[in-house]
Structures are given as C-alpha cells and as structure tokens.
C-alpha cells in the first residue's frame, strides 16, 4: 500500500506529532525514516524493524502510533466516498446516543453539552447533505429514533444509578475490550497523565469557549428559538465536519481508547490531543455504543447527567467565590462641599426668616390680607352690589349715609403704610441690551487685515528658520517663471511650464478646496433656512387676521395653506357667507397672503402680538351661522378676532 | 500675539475701571492712556478675557437674585399720608354710595328706553365727522385735555409749550411758557373754569424732564413747580377732589401729592419698569396705574395696597382709564389692543384687537360710559360700544400717530392730537 507523495506530506505532521509523543522530542531522522516506511507501503513488522535503530525500545510503540495515524490519514480522506453509505447510520447513532455522548463527554467538559445537543438535534430538522436521499428521513423514522434514543437514556439512566457512587478506584480492563485493542500498546503512567492533562486543559478551553457563546446566544433569545440554526453554525464553528471523524470509526473500529493501570483514559481526551480541531463527540458515540464503557462511565459522578439534562444555559449561577470587594474612597473635599451647602442653606434660611419676621412685624401677614381683600361673594355681570368690594373692606361695620358728617377715625386699615408689593418681571423680556457689532471703515478694515496677515507671515517665517517647518517651495506663476527658475527654464522650458502650471492649479484647488470646506452643507442650509423661517415665539407671536369676501376658490384657499405651510404659519380659516376670516400666526414678513388675493377684496382687519399662539395648523372650518364660527373661535380663545371682523364686515355693508 | 487680538475699550475710565476689577493699579507713575490700554491688554491675554466677563456676569446674577428675592414688604409713610386716606375715605364713600344709587335709579330705566338711548347714542357716534382741525404748533402736539366745562382745551407739544384753545371755535387762548423739553400732559382741575377761581391753580403739566408745573389761568407762567422727579414724568392726573395730584415717573414710581400740604406723601413703587399712565376712579377711592413692564396695577387709595393686578398685556402700557359705572377699566397696550377689566370680577372681560399698533390712549364716555375711544399709531382713532366693544366709528384723518385723545366732559365733542402737529375736533353732526 504504497502512498503518493501528495499523501505523505499530508501523513507528515502527523508523523512528527506521533514522534514527538512517542519520544518526547521532535527527531526530524525519524520522521523522514517513518515517513519512508509508509511510503513504501510496509507492513508493521517492517517498520518496526526498519526503524528499530532510531527508537529502539520503543519502536514497537511507536509504529503502531504511526499506523494508527495514517490510517486516520487516509480514513479522512475516504470519507467522501463512503459518506453516502454511512450517513443513515451515523444519523441514528447521533439519535440513538446523544444522551450517552453528552455524559460521557461531560466528564471532561461539562459545558459542552448543550452545543452538542444541538448538532445531535440537527439532522433531524434539516436533512442531510443532497447526496443523502430524502426519503431515508420519513417522519417514522425520526419518531423511531426517538423512541430508541428515549429507552436507551432510560436504560443509561438505570445504569447509572446502580453505579452512582463514583469510583475512582482503577479498574480493569473489560473483557471486551483487549479485542477492541488488537495493539496492546501500553503507555508510560507518567505519559498517559500529561495526556489527560492535555486533554482537560483544552476540554476547558473549549467550556469556556462554549459558555462564551451560549451567553452570547442568550442575549439574542431571536437566534435560540430555531436550534438547528446556531447547531449548524457550532458545526461550522468546530471546524471540520463531524462526520468525518466517526466514518472514521466505521471504517476503522479501532477505538482510540487508551487503558492503563485500571484509569481508562476518555477517548474524547485522546481524540482531542491527537486532531485539534475535531470535536470528539461522533467518536464518542462509538464508543458509548459499546457496553465496557459502562465501568467508565461508573467513574463519573451521577449528577453530571442531571446537570446535563437540566442545564440551562441562559440562568446565570453565582460563582462559588465571592468577588473580592474593593476599597471605595472618596474624592477629596466631597465632604467639605456638602457641609458648606448645607451651611449657605441655613444661612439663607435664616435670612428669609428675618426678612419675614420683619414684615410681620411692620404690616399685616400676607395671606390674611388676601383673604380680606378677596370679594365676599361673586356677583354677575350687571348686578349692582349693595357696596363695592373695595369699599367694604375698610369699613366692615357697615355705613350709613344718614350720617352727615363722615369724620369717623373707625375706617379699618388705614395707616400711614405705604405697601411695596413684589415687583414682577415683564412678560416679554426684552432689556438684554443691544451690542453694536464693531464696524470699522474701509481704511480701519484693509489696516486690520494688514496686520494680521503680517502677523501670520512672520510666524510662518520664524517656524521656519527655527526648522520647525520645511521652507516653502518657491511660488511660482506664469509671468515670473524666468525669474524663479531661471537656468532650469532656460533648460527645459516646457517642463518648468507643466511645473508651473501644476503649481497653479494645486493652488486654485487648495483655495476653491478651503472655499468649499468653509460652506455650509446641504443639511445645514436647510436648517438654517427654517431657523429663519421660524419665528423666536419667545417674545410673542405675530398675528394678524384677514377679512375676505369670498374664498370659495379652491386655488385661493390651497394659497392659503400652501404658505401657511411652507412658511411655518399657524392660524385658522373660518369660511362664512361673507365673511371669512383668516388668522395667522406667525412670521410678520408674509404680507403675501394679501398678495394673493387682491382682486377679492381683503382687508387686514388687525394685526398685533399675542403671548403665545392659540391655534395649530392651518385649517379650514366652514361655518353656517355666525354663532357657530364664533364658537369655534371661542373654543381657541380669541373670539375677538371674529367678533371684529364680524361687526366691520356689518359697518362696511351699512355705509 | 494673543494680547494684540484682545479687544480693550479706548475709553479711559473703563480701562481703569477694568483694571480695578482685575486687582491691578489702575495708573502707574507716568503711565499714559495708552500705556495703560496696553498694560491692560497685556494682563488680559494672561488671565484671559473671561475673569472680566466674569465679574460682570457676577454682578448682573447678583441684581438679579436681589430682585427676585423682592418681596412684600411695608415702610412707614409720613403722618399726613394717614390723614390724606382719612380724608380720601371720608370724601370717597359717600360718592361710590351716591354712584351706586344712581346706577340703581338707572336699571330701573325700562330696558327699551334704555336700548333706544343707546341706539340714539349710536347713531350720533355714527355720525361724527372732523369739525376742525388746528395746526397746534411746530412740533408734535403729545397730549389734549378739554376743560371742565368744555370751553377750552388744553394741549401739550414737544416744543415745551402748552396752549389753550377756545373750543368749539379753536382759538388760541393762552400759551403757557415753562417747560423747555417734551411736555407729556397737561391737565386741568376737575373744578377749574367751573368753580375754581382763575388765579387758582388750575393746569398741571409734566415734561419729560422730569419738571411738573402748575399753572393758573390768568397767567403765562407756573404758578408753581413740584420738584421731585429726577426721570422723566410721563402723565399727570388730578384726584377727583382737585386736592391731590397724580404724577407717574419712569424710575418706576407713581406719586401722589397733596396740594394743600404741597408735599409727597405718597411714593409707591411697584411696577418693575417704568410707570406710564394713571388715572383715578370716579369716587376718588382708587388709583390705576399702567407700566411699561406690561402689567397694570389698581391701587386703593385709603388703604394703599394694590388690590389688583391687571396681567394680560404683553406689552407696555401706554394708557388707562375708569368707566363713569364704577368697575371697568380699559387699558391700552404696545402689542395693539385693548383690554377690558372688571373691579367687581377682578378679571379681563375682554380683549379688544383695536389698533394695528400701539394703542397710546384710552378713554370712556365720562358721562355715562358708553362709549370707548381709542387711539394709537395708525394714525386713527376708534370709537367702541362699551358694553359689547364692537367698533362704532374709525375717526381717520390725521397724518401722524394720534398721541393724545380726550373726550369732552359733556361728551360732544372727541379732541384728537397727533404727531403731524395738528389737533382735531369731532363733532356728531
């Protein structure tokens, strides 16, 4: 069985690993001698014989390691071929064992389960590669499957429960299991402890790796609900499908289940260290499938399975380490800044008290005034009270007129206080004072311009001659290129021109570059349009109200709304017979409205500022009765505006 | 380099003054003005420009938190103030009693007859026209006032002259030499021309000075002058009584003088800015008066407190007056309108849109007060229904803003003055 070269460069790494493993050293000698003995397709014996000068009491050893890996080799290999055949079977093995391979793998690594889980699962849901042919996947097949897979954890379960004391005692080997070990090859303990030290350390890597993404995968609770989905992408994510590694098994029933000294070594921990990036699970069913594996399984301890089962990846669990809890120090001074305010607070508090006490005590408290001074009862519009309110304050006993001479000294509150009531802000805060912008002369202005320019010059200049700054090249234009570059223009004018022109154009780009850097973009220009459009209601709006014959042109009224909207206007229309009244609130610039409608008389029937706006978007309201329109505008708070146009419109048909 | 970009005042003081804020000698020996702009400058491009920003921000935050903090608060007045709101009270009672009955006796008037009077009335407002127009001097003529009697009329121009006309006939009676700026308003004596004796003082006018004269009727000359006043003075207003006189100022005061004592005895502040106009209530009782701070305030007399406070107005305002009937006031506002309060619902009855600018006056009919005239900026004056304040009448025909406007105390006859130098009379016709 002699192998092409193509196949032994692929053999050689492994080679070199075995020899490595074997010897605890890379020997290059070794190597190529392996490599020639697989190369020229020998038999085991020969090898060992051929290589017995390099290795010599290990060469047995070694040659079976070696074997043992180019048949992997080339079982990889063959894979593709045999992956039809052997797909069914691998199917109902994942089926069958997941919840064997998921124990028996979570001795070494107890959070790989749940990504294990899933690639089992995923068969099921999607169907296998298109070579496979579909109806091999009928419903009843899964169900079958399932039921296998159900009855078989029921029996694992069993088992385990008899075995539930774990054992670390060593055990012996199974009957069964020499067969399965057709090399007998034995490993040094010392050996066979790194390897399983091996193997732990990278089972955690990939636990830690696994949680990793389970974490992730709960954060998206979206990508958990379709498992096969992330199932497929872990399998993407191992690397190499698994497949392969168990057509490997089927060809090739060599376990790689190493037992010494009664510690059965996991093959996942074998597997591992010999492929790095195959997962070990499909290897795995293989061997779980088989019954000596039992007394390895006796070793783990039984709650593994329940926490295989049970686990739940998105609960977070608190670490059995409480986190070490830090020093918290105070920024310097914290407590000084909150004794002072609580000392300015006193302090002001202290000072109102005064201030009140002393108003108390030169004049009458605030809040009885004010209940005195309120009228006793709400009188209607045109009744005539008995007394006027302001009146009866300062004689509460009563008055009468029969008296004829009024020199009465009972009058209640007069006194010869003069009141300072608290003063109020305007409402429109108009008094920030007005800052002329400074304007200069012509002449003020080139001067200022001037100096500046000098200013940056020299700087540039002194940069310069301290070396801070490479020393412009000179400045060069058509009309004083002779000058500049005399000798090399004489030389080659028509080079030194392109330069020239270069130059100048480099120049114009940076300019129109600077230019365009400086302008206002797309985005910008509008806001600032609209910012101009706007009015600052802050100050008051703007309103005026128009009065219109008629507005029952269509044209007419989409002016109206068209610039209200464009313009930012709020308002009303109120559409009556005659009179239609068109408030708008807004900008005092947008005399357009009239514009518009010219030829139909419209008078502004008045135009001031109001506080704040009263109405929303411009709308069109029609209404039949005058009461109605008035309602409307009643309902907005300014029924003056109608009421006015109303009358004028009265006055104007009257004369 | 940075010194030279910092921008320092050229005015000497503030350099100085700057300096001193900044903790540096403000002069040094034989330092120059413009040695000290450059110190300054150059001690500014060291701590920054801020530190003085600073100190001036510091210093507008502080007024402002002492404002804020502003509350009630009571000095006492002098003695004679007592006695003035005694007598006020003594004199104020009896005539809102006296009002008050004569509005019953006038609700006793069958509605019909009182519809038809006030559709009379209307008609004849209706009907008003410019009777004459007088060109009242070389400068804007900022205030009229009819005599009580109607016979005369008083105006004020900015020349600083006050003149009085016969009216109907608009003759120039007298010219009234004291004041040498804007004259804001002369007015007369509620009694003068007819029980006041001529040698009495009968007119008081304000300028914008600050100066307020009083004047009698036989003479050219102040009868005498109230000092007082260090800013302008925008209105003045005779009590009903003719005992004291009114007069508002923009250091945001109003005062009240007692022209039988001739003393203040009363300076009421207030107003957070300037105060504008007053005017008193028919008893004598009360006193209104309208800020440029856009808020009104109503002020008893007898006990001196504000009793209320007219808000509503978004901008300054410019005039204010009492209905004959006792409860409505109306004032009229920079942001063009015109309010109607009512005393006895203390609130805003309505809000007339009157003008298309600034509203400088507002007066009610003084017999009835059926009628509301306002004038304002847009060269018009407007005449309103009082109940219900829908426009009666737009007087047009000035050139100019209209000033001033005073209706005569029989209610014939409208006066208008402008600022294209004329004043008008309207006349029903």
């Known amino acids: 069985m002699a192998l092409s070269k193509r196949e032994l460069d692929e053999l050689k790494p492994w080679i070199e690993k075995t020899v490595k493993r074997v010897l605890g050293f890379s020997e290059p000698t070794v190597v190529t001698a392996a490599l020639n003995c697989v190369g020229k397709g020998m038999d085991k014996k020969k090898a060992a014989d051929h290589l017995k000068p390099f290795l010599d009491d290990s060469t047995l050893r070694f040659v079976d390691k070696l074997f043992e890996a180019v048949e992997e080799g080339r079982s990889s290999r063959h894979s593709k071929s045999s992956s039809d ?125 696994q949680a990793r993404i389970q974490a992730q995968l709960a954060l998206k609770p979206g990508l958990i609900g379709n498992a096969n989905m992330v199932g497929l992408a872990n399998l993407h994510a191992m690397g190499i499908a698994p497949p392969k590694v168990e057509l490997k098994d089927q060809t090739k029933p060599t376990p790689l289940i190493l037992d010494e000294q009664g510690r059965t070594v996991d093959a996942t921990g074998k597997e591992i260290e010999l492929t790095h990036r195959m997962p070990t699970l499909k290897a795995n069913i293989r061997a779980v499938k088989r019954e000596q594996f039992k007394q390895q399984l006796k070793e783990k301890p039984s709650e593994d399975m329940e926490s295989n089962t049970f686990f739940d990846p998105r609960v977070s669990i608190a670490p059995s380490q409480r986190q070490r809890r830090t020093f918290k120090f105070h920024d310097k001074g914290k407590f000084e800044k909150i004794a002072q305010r609580l000392r300015t607070k006193a302090q002001l508090e202290k000072l109102q008290a005064e201030i009140s006490q002393a108003a108390r005590k ?195 009224k989409f002016k109206i709304e068209a610039n209200a909207g464009q313009l930012y206007l709020t308002g009303v229309v109120v559409l009556h017979k005659d009179v239609n009244v068109v408030v708008v609130e807004g900008d005092d610039e947008e005399s357009d409205e009239e514009a518009v409608k010219k030829t139909n008389k419209c008078v502004l029937v008045w135009e001031g500022t109001a506080k704040d706006r009263s109405f929303g978007e411009m709308k069109f309201k029609q209404c039949p009765t005058e009461n109605m329109a008035r309602e409307h505008f009643k309902k907005h708070g300014a029924e003056h505006y109608w009421d006015l146009a109303l009358s004028e419109s009265v006055l104007e048909s009257t004369d | 380099k940075r010194a030279r970009q910092i921008n320092v005042s050229t005015d000497d003081s503030e350099v100085k003054a700057c300096l001193r804020a900044l903790g540096e000698p403000i002069t ?297 009937n006792g409860y409505h006031i109306a004032t009229g506002s920079g942001d063009n309108t015109c309010k109607v309060w009512d005393l006895r619902q203390r609130r805003c009855v309505y809000t007339i849109p009157a003008h298309q600018n600034l509203v400088t006056g507002v007066k009610f009919e003084p017999i009835h007060g059926n009628f509301l005239l306002t004038g304002a900026y847009d060269n018009t004056a407007k005449i309103w229904t009082h109940p219900g304040w829908s426009p009666l009448k737009t007087l047009a025909g000035h050139e100019g803003k209209v000033m001033g406007l005073d209706i005569s105390s029989d209610g014939q006859l409208i006066a208008t003055c402008s600022y294209d130098r004329t004043f008008k009379l309207w006349m029903a016709e």
């Open chain 2, 28 to 324: 040094l020996f034989g330092e120059g003005p413009a040695e000290r702009r450059e110190r300054l400058r150059n001690i500014l491009s060291v701590v920054g420009t801020d530190a003085l920003k600073k100190t001036k921000k510091d210093d507008e935050k502080s007024k402002k938190s002492k404002e804020e903090y502003q509350q009630t608060w009571y000095h006492e007045g002098p003695n004679s103030l007592k006695v003035a709101r005694l007598w006020i009270a003594n004199y104020s009672l009896p005539r809102a009693m006296k009002r008050l009955e004569e509005a019953r006796l006038h609700k006793e008037i069958p509605e019909t007859t009182r519809t038809s009077q006030m559709q009379e009335l209307h008609k004849s407002l209706r009907s008003l026209n410019n009777f004459c127009s007088q060109i009242g001097d070389d400068r804007p003529i900022s205030y009229c006032h009819f005599s009580p009697n109607s016979k005369m009329l008083a105006t004020a121009c900015w020349s600083g002259l006050c003149k009085l006309w016969s009216v109907p006939d608009c003759n120039l009676l007298h010219t009234l030499r004291g004041h040498n700026t804007n004259v804001g308003a002369i007015v007369f004596h509620p009694k003068s021309t007819v029980s006041l004796d001529q040698k009495d003082v009968n007119l008081a006018s304000c300028a914008a000075d600050g100066s307020v004269k009083l004047w009698s009727l036989d003479s050219d000359e102040p009868v005498a002058d109230i000092e007082g006043h260090t800013v302008r003075v925008a209105r003045v207003m005779w009590h009903p009584s003719g005992r004291f006189l009114g007069t508002t100022c923009y250091d945001r005061s109003w005062r009240l003088w007692d022209l039988e004592a001739q003393e203040e005895i009363l300076h009421q502040e207030g107003h957070s800015m300037g105060v504008y106009d007053i005017a008193f209530h028919q008893d004598g009782s009360l006193a209104g008066t309208g800020g440029l701070d856009a808020f009104g305030r109503v002020w008893d007399l007898r006990t001196g407190r504000c009793i209320m406070f007219l808000e509503g107005h978004l901008k300054e305002i410019y005039g204010i007056n009492f209905s004959p």
């Open chain 1, 362 to 556: 030169t004049g009458i408290h605030t809040s009885t005034r004010l209940a005195l001074i309120a009228p006793k009862k709400e009188l209607k519009e045109g009744d005539i009270p008995e007394i006027e309110w302001w009146d009866s304050y300062i004689i509460p006993n009563g008055f009468d007129l029969t008296e004829e001479n009024p020199k009465r000294e009972d009058y209640f509150g007069i006194t010869n206080l003069v009141e300072h009531p608290a003063q109020l802000n305007p409402p429109v805060d108009n008094d920030t004072p007005v800052t002329l912008g400074v304007y200069l002369t012509k002449k003020e202005q080139k001067k200022l311009r001037r100096q500046t320019r000098r200013e940056a010059q020299k700087e540039l200049q002194e940069k310069v001659r301290l070396g801070l700054m490479p020393p412009p090249e000179p400045k060069v234009r058509i009309s004083n290129l002779m000058r500049v570059l005399g000798t090399e223009a004489v030389q080659d004018p028509t080079k030194v021109e392109a330069h020239v022109r270069a130059q100048m154009a480099k120049r114009q780009k940076a300019h129109e570059e600077a230019n365009a850097a400086r302008k206002l973009t797309a985005e910008q220009r509008k806001v600032k349009k609209i910012k101009k459009l706007k009015e600052d209601i802050s100050q008051g709006v703007h309103i005026s109200v128009y009065r219109v014959r008629n507005l029952s042109n269509p044209a007419k």
């Open chain 1, 85 to 209: 055949r052997s797909r069914k079977r691998e199917l109902k093995e994942v089926f069958g064992d997941d919840s064997e391979i998921s124990k028996e793998s979570s001795g070494v690594k107890k959070r790989r389960i749940p990504r294990f889980e899933e690639v089992e699962e995923e068969p099921e849901v999607i169907p296998g590669p298109p070579s496979e042919s579909p109806g091999m996947l009928t419903k009843l097949q899964i169900k079958q499957m399932m039921e296998a897979a159900t009855r078989q954890i029921e029996e694992r379960k069993k088992q385990l429960s008899f075995i539930s004391p774990p054992t670390p005692q060593p055990k012996t080997p199974s009957s069964s299991q020499p067969e399965r070990l057709p090399i007998g090859n034995t490993i040094q303990p010392s050996q066979a402890a790194t390897f399983m030290n091996d193997a732990i350390e990278k089972a955690r890597k990939a636990a830690e790796l």
